[in-house]
C-alpha cells in the first residue's frame, strides 16, 4: 500500500475533466457557449490537498446557474444546486486519516476530479517575515531539504494579495505540494519544522497552508467587520471601503486626509504642494544621483537635513506607452514617501523596508514628457531614494518597462519631527485588506490548529497588542465556523539593542501582551523563542527550535496531551522577609541556571525606577534576595528588546519574560 501511495504522490498535479458523450454530441452541434458548464473547485481544492480529519468536510465552487452537482470522496457522495450565480457548496461527512482519495464534482456538463488527495491534520500559518521566510533560507537548509521526501506531509503557499473589499476567491489559485527536495525550500520553515514534528508524533497525514506577508502589521489580517468593533479604526475602515468601491474617489478622499495633516504638522506643507505640478518649472533645482540615504550624501546640506526631501524626475514615453497601464515601482524609500504623477497622487508608505510598487491610474501617463514627484519624510536616520537605479522603472501590462533617471532634481523642504500616518489599504501596515484576500477566500476550509508568527511590525504599541490578538483569535475562529479553533504562537525573538541599565523595552512589552493573551485563552499556547534570536538579525535562521516549539504547545491546546506546554512561567512574586520570592510552574523537574549559579535578567522596581537584583534558583522558585525594600512593586525579568538570559527548565526550555506585581 505504501509503494501505491508513493507512486501515487509522484504524478504531475492536474485536474481531469470527465464528459459524457451526449455533452459532447450536444457541445457539437449547439451554438458556442450552450453547453453545460463543467463544475470546478475554489482555488484552495486542488491536487495533493489535504483535507482535515474527523471534521465535516466541506466544498464549494462554480458550476452552471442551478445545476445539481455531485460531489465525492472516499465513497462518500452528496448533492448540492448550484445558485443563480453559479456557486455550489456541498458538505461531506468527515473522515478518519488516510488516503490517497479522488475528490470529484459532476453536472450534467461534466466532471472535475482532483487526484492524491489525504485526509489528515491541516495548519493554518499566518503572520510576516519569520513565519514567511522559507526553508531554503533557513539554518540548515541544504540537509533538511535534501532529505525532506515525505508524501504525508504537503503544503500550499497563498500568494500575496492585498484588497479593500472582501474576496470570494483567490486571484493566484495555490498549489498544493508533496514535500520533497524539489519543493520544501519553498515551504515556511516555523510551519514545516512544527508539522514535521507533529507527524512523526501523531503518524497521520499532515498540509499546513501559509498565508503571511513581510512587515505586516496584525491589523491587517483581522476582518473589517472585527475591526469596527473596536471603535478606533472607522475612519480608516471607512477610507478603505470607499477606496474598494471607487478607486479614484478613494485616492482623493485618502490625499484630503493625509494633507490636512500635513497641514497641521508642516507650515510649509501647502506651498511646496505647488511642487507636484507637472508643469511646475524646477530649473534651478539641484540634482543628485539617487540610491542611499541623504545622511550619507557628499552634498553637506543634504547630509545634515532631517525632516521633508523632495524629488522630481522626468521620463518620456510613447503613445503606446502612455495608453497602456503601468506599476511604478522606485524601490526601497526611507522612511515616508507620497508620490504624485503628473500631478495625480499615485500611491504613499511609511515602511522603507518595502519596496514601492504604485498602480498610476490609466489616463494619468501622457505621451512625451511625464513627472513623478516624490515627497520623502525622514527625522531619524537619513532618508532618500535608497534603492538602486535599476529598481526604479515604469513596468508595463505587457511585462515591458522604461526606466527612470539615475538623477534626480531635489529640493530640500521643512525640518521636521513627525510620523507620517499610513495609508489604511497600503500593505504590510494596511487596516483588515490582507484579510480580505488571503484569509477570506478560505471562509469554509476546517484547519486543526492556526500558527501565528508576527508582532514585530507592532512593538511599540503593546497595549494594543492585548486586544487585537484575541481579536484575530475570535475572528478566524468565526471565519472558518471553529468557535475553539486552536491558536499557537510564536513569541517576539530577540533583536536591537541589549540592556546595561533597566529601561524601556518596546520589544519586552509586545512580548507581555502576546504572554497575557495566550495565558487569557484556554485554546491557545506559546512557544518562547528569545534564547535562539539573533540581536543583529531580525530573521533568525533557527527556524526548527522554533517549529518545534510551536508542536509542543499544539500537542496540549490542540491535541489534549497531559503535557506542559512549554517552558517555566511565573506565576506570582511575594515577599519573604528582605527578599521576594517568584514562583514558576512548567519548571518540568526544576529550574536551572547555565554558566553561573545566579540567574541574570531579574528586575525589581519601585516607583517606575528598576534595578538589576541578585538572584538565585531553587526548585519551581527564584529569589531576589534583599530586594523587598518598602517601596518595591514589581518584578520584571529579561526586559530587554535582545535579553541575555540563563533560567532554563530541566529539559533545557527558557524561563518567560514577564512584569509581576509584588504581593
Keep these: 500500500m505504501k509503494s501505491q501511495r508513493d507512486k501515487h504522490c509522484a504524478r504531475p498535479a492536474r485536474r481531469t475533466l470527465l464528459v459524457g458523450l451526449g455533452a459532447l454530441a450536444f457541445a457539437a452541434s449547439a451554438p458556442s457557449g450552450a453547453s453545460e458548464q463543467v463544475p470546478t473547485f475554489a482555488a484552495i481544492f486542488g491536487d495533493h490537498a489535504v483535507l482535515q480529519r474527523d471534521q465535516p468536510i466541506e466544498t464549494w465552487g462554480k458550476a452552471q446557474p442551478g445545476a445539481s452537482v455531485t460531489v465525492r470522496l472516499g465513497g462518500e457522495t452528496v448533492q448540492a444546486k448550484a445558485d443563480s450565480g453559479g456557486k455550489w457548496r456541498a458538505r461531506l461527512p468527515g473522515l478518519s486519516a488516510g488516503g490517497p482519495f479522488s475528490l470529484s464534482a459532476s453536472t450534467g456538463g461534466g466532471t472535475t476530479t482532483l487526484n ?3 485526509v489528515g491534520d491541516v495548519f493554518l500559518c499566518g ?36 484588497s479593500p473589499v472582501l474576496q470570494e476567491e483567490f486571484r493566484t489559485a495555490p498549489q498544493w505540494q508533496v514535500a520533497g527536495p524539489q519543493t520544501t525550500g519553498q515551504a515556511s520553515a516555523v510551519c514545516y519544522h512544527m508539522a514535521r514534528s507533529l507527524h512523526r508524533q501523531y503518524k497521520v497525514p499532515v498540509g499546513f497552508v501559509n498565508a503571511s506577508w513581510g512587515g505586516s502589521a496584525i491589523q491587517s489580517w483581522i476582518s473589517g467587520a472585527s475591526m469596527r468593533k473596536l471603535g478606533t479604526y472607522q475612519q480608516a475602515l471607512d477610507v478603505v471601503d470607499a477606496y474598494g468601491a471607487d478607486t479614484a474617489a478613494g485616492m482623493r478622499a485618502e490625499e484630503e486626509r493625509q494633507e490636512a495633516w500635513w497641514a497641521s504638522v508642516d507650515p510649509g506643507a501647502r506651498v511646496q504642494l505647488a511642487w507636484v505640478n507637472p508643469e511646475f518649472d524646477d530649473s534651478a533645482w539641484p540634482g543628485m544621483e539617487a540610491g542611499g540615504r541623504w545622511s550619507e550624501s557628499s552634498i553637506r546640506e543634504v547630509s545634515r537635513h532631517r525632516g521633508v526631501v523632495w524629488f522630481r524626475a522626468t521620463v518620456e514615453l510613447t503613445a503606446q506607452q502612455a495608453d497602456a497601464g503601468a506599476q511604478l515601482l522606485l524601490g526601497q524609500i526611507a522612511t515616508a514617501d507620497t508620490t504624485w504623477v503628473n500631478g495625480v497622487r499615485v500611491g504613499a508608505s511609511i515602511n522603507w523596508w518595502s519596496g514601492r510598487d504604485y498602480p498610476v491610474p490609466k489616463g494619468v501617463l501622457k505621451p512625451g514628457k511625464n513627472v513623478i514627484a516624490v515627497r520623502v519624510l525622514d527625522d531619524d536616520n537619513g532618508g532618500g531614494l535608497v534603492s538602486p537605479a ?3 522603472a515604469l513596468r508595463f501590462a505587457d511585462g515591458s518597462s522604461i526606466a527612470l533617471p539615475s538623477r534626480w532634481k531635489y529640493q530640500l523642504g521643512s525640518r521636521l519631527k513627525a510620523t507620517q500616518p499610513p495609508t489604511p489599504w497600503e500593505p504590510p501596515t494596511s487596516v483588515t485588506t490582507l484579510y480580505n484576500g488571503m484569509i477570506a477566500p478560505m471562509q469554509g476550509f476546517r484547519f486543526k490548529l492556526a500558527a501565528w508568527y508576527q508582532g514585530e511590525a507592532n512593538a511599540g504599541a503593546a497595549q494594543e497588542y492585548r486586544t487585537l490578538l484575541p481579536l484575530l483569535f475570535a475572528d478566524w475562529r468565526r471565519t472558518f465556523a471553529q468557535p475553539e479553533l486552536p491558536f499557537v504562537v510564536a513569541q517576539l525573538t530577540a533583536f536591537g539593542s541589549v540592556a546595561t541599565t533597566p529601561g524601556y523595552s518596546a520589544w519586552a512589552e509586545l512580548r507581555e501582551a502576546q504572554s497575557v493573551s495566550v495565558r487569557n485563552d484556554p485554546h491557545a499556547g506559546l512557544a518562547v523563542t528569545f534564547d535562539f534570536g539573533d540581536r543583529s538579525d531580525i530573521h533568525p535562521g533557527q527556524k526548527a527550535i522554533v517549529g518545534a516549539r510551536l508542536a509542543r504547545a499544539a500537542r496540549v491546546v ?3 496531551e497531559k503535557i506542559t506546554p512549554g517552558g517555566p512561567q511565573a506565576v506570582s512574586a511575594s515577599r519573604s522577609g528582605k527578599d ?7 519548571t518540568n523537574g526544576g529550574l536551572r541556571t547555565y554558566s553561573s549559579d545566579t540567574a541574570i535578567g531579574f528586575e525589581v522596581c519601585a516607583n517606575k525606577v528598576c534595578k538589576y ?11 531576589l534576595h534583599g530586594a523587598a525594600t518598602g517601596s518595591a512593586s ?21 524561563a518567560n519574560g514577564f512584569e509581576l506585581e509584588v504581593k
Design 634 to 654: 514589581k518584578v520584571r525579568y529579561a526586559w530587554a528588546d535582545a535579553p541575555f538570559i540563563n533560567l532554563f527548565s530541566a529539559d533545557d526550555l527558557p
Design 558 to 560: 490542540a491535541y489534549g
Design 127 to 162: 503572520g510576516q517575515s519569520n513565519m514567511e521566510l522559507a526553508m531554503a533560507n533557513a539554518t540548515n537548509a541544504p540537509m533538511d531539504v535534501t532529505y525532506s521526501a515525505n508524501p504525508q506531509i504537503r503544503f500550499a503557499n497563498i500568494a500575496r494579495e492585498t
Design 580 to 586: 521576594i520570592v517568584v514562583r514558576f510552574t512548567d
Design 613 to 623: 537584583a541578585h538572584a538565585t534558583a531553587k526548585g519551581d522558585t527564584v529569589t
Design 116 to 118: 492524491d488527495i489525504l
Design 390 to 392: 535599476d529598481q526604479r
